[in-house]
């Protein structure tokens, strides 16, 4: 029972725990991304052709060249360049190694991880509920942005781990203590990764006063003030940057939405949506939990005296889940949070869910069996996130596998003067087509003979305008070559369709004829017709 005590609701640190955590978390995400098969699974058609590219290209120039290149032609329409300079420094590093890619970001889930662990163990919370909290904000369909390799939240959730550690660490004495400066530059780094990221600097401020107020709010304040002016500084300077310089889309920088009477009714119901989407289940069942837990206490009398001092305890942790929440909902109210867009959103609900946790192991009228099971069965609320992880990566492990065959049969059907047919769709298929293309013109494949042809298939969500608009960007992208039948189809070696059914059916109803002078082959959903 002591050992279970110290566990869950003990905040003293003990000389061994750091590396007992860090190998846990490292055996955690190890076993994510070994047992799903996303280890060795393969490049994916989306971003992962940029890797390929950027090796390409710095045979020919320098890495620091490629990144001013690179960061100026993203500029145009994103604000994320510390993404591209990590990018391609990383490829330079390590080249096209899709297996040591995989693991070298399997290193910065273990990483982040850890240091969210250890920002909450510097403010007094146990071991169990400062483990917990990168599992809650993690785990689930978030767990993606570890896996894919083309995701600017990986940098960005690094840099704020990163400067919620040294925020902890930081000495509430000195204006400006060395880990005040790191949590500023790592702000600042986090920020620059992607614009969501700008949106946390409020969050990240107030937690660092928070963390330093030692009960004296005006205080810490004070002693934060310069940190708060300067950083709040670089935040309305970069979105002043993306407001005149970009032709970025992000709703949080754009006042018509805000002004929008729809937007604003909707926004509480959409909220709370979001809250209840099958990979936060975990979130309700904490605070349903620690309901029942105060409900059922012996001395009932005694936790409504308590009821004041918990308020004042609970009322920070609320704060600064609501400075997360509150402005990624509103930048992603116009799209919709999924997968990788729900980083950094779920960093606030994790932190939600460790803070109720340290909540009720501190009330000392819940009797300590109450606590550890509270606590036990938080933990097993992490069930349903798990396993909806787990799928996922199987999903994108089996994608990665299909890809690869998909992509190294055509090499092995063709030559470099052969021509070669893609038929795709413009819409949900855009990304794809164009890393299909990137990645024939590499050196990896060197097919440099790719026509493309487009089916537009309907769909009742997405205007036809979009659809036109991808058309005349794809053929752009492809060098205006365009399948003409009575032109091109003597000259074609090899089809190559992207996995959407409707495309076969479309090019079989059309050219079945044609079809007929070559052999078929399957590798997953993607269908390859070579002569």
């Given amino acids: 029972m002591k050992l279970l005590e110290n566990i869950f609701f003990s905040s003293t640190s003990h000389k061994a725990e750091k590396w007992i955590v860090l190998v846990l978390l490292a055996l955690l995400w190890g076993g994510i991304f070994q047992l799903t098969g996303v280890l060795t699974s393969g490049f994916h058609l989306t971003d992962d052709h940029e890797i390929v590219l950027f090796n390409d290209l710095l045979k020919k120039q320098s890495a620091f060249s490629l990144i001013e290149e690179q960061v100026k032609i993203d500029l145009v329409t994103r604000f994320r360049p510390t993404y591209y300079a990590h990018r391609i420094l990383i490829t330079s590093l390590i080249g096209t190694n899709q297996v040591a890619w995989t693991t070298y970001y399997c290193f910065l889930g273990i990483l982040t991880s850890f240091f969210l662990y250890l920002a909450l163990r510097k403010v007094g919370f146990s071991i169990l509920e400062s483990f917990l909290f990168p599992l809650f904000a993690f785990i689930g369909e978030q767990t993606a942005v570890w896996w894919r390799l083309g995701t600017a939240e990986t940098l960005g959730m690094f840099f704020t781990a990163l400067s919620l550690y040294f925020a902890s660490n930081a000495q509430a004495s000195k204006l400006i203590s060395w880990s005040s400066f790191l949590f500023l530059c790592f702000a600042i780094l986090a920020s620059l990764s992607k614009e969501s990221f700008i949106l946390l600097i409020p969050a990240l401020l107030f937690w660092k006063m928070w963390v330093e107020k030692h009960e004296n709010w005006q205080r810490a304040v004070k002693s934060s003030l310069a940190l708060i002016l300067f950083l709040g500084g670089v935040a309305l300077a970069e979105i002043y940057f993306i407001q005149a310089k970009t032709n970025a889309q992000g709703s949080i920088f754009n006042v018509s939405n805000v002004e929008d009477s729809s937007f604003r009714n909707t926004i509480l119901l959409y909220m709370l949506n979001k809250v209840l989407t099958f990979n936060q289940l975990h979130i309700l069942f904490i605070v349903f939990l620690g309901i029942l837990a105060f409900t059922i206490s012996d001395d009932l009398s005694h936790a409504k005296k308590k009821l004041g001092s918990i308020s004042q305890s609970f009322l920070p942790i609320l704060i600064f889940t609501l400075l997360v929440l509150v402005p990624q909902f509103v930048l992603y109210s116009r799209t919709d949070l999924y997968e990788r867009y729900l980083i950094p959103a779920t960093v606030g609900l994790g932190f939600f869910a460790a803070g109720l946790l340290q909540l009720i192991g501190k009330q000392e009228f819940i009797k300590k069996y109450l606590k550890i099971t509270f606590c036990v069965l938080g ?153």
């Fill in 379 to 531: 933990l097993l609320g992490l069930y349903f996130p798990f396993g909806k992880a787990y799928f996922k990566g199987q999903d994108f492990a089996t994608e990665g596998t299909d890809t690869q065959s998909f992509l190294h049969f055509i090499k092995s059907v063709t030559t470099e003067e052969s021509a070669v047919l893609l038929v795709s769709e413009p819409v949900q298929f855009n990304e794809w087509t164009h890393s299909f293309y990137r990645f024939m013109q590499s050196s990896l494949y060197q097919r440099k003979n790719i026509y493309l042809q487009l089916y537009t298939i309907p769909n009742a969500n997405v205007p036809i305008e979009i659809a036109e608009s991808n058309k005349v960007v794809l053929s752009k992208v492809f060098e205006k070559q365009l399948f003409d039948f009575n032109r091109d189809s003597a000259k074609i070696k090899c089809i190559a369709i992207l996995p959407l059914k409707e495309l076969e059916e479309k090019l079989s109803k059309e050219k079945q004829a044609w079809l007929k002078e070559f052999g078929k082959n399957k590798f997953g959903n993607f269908i390859i017709y070579s002569k």
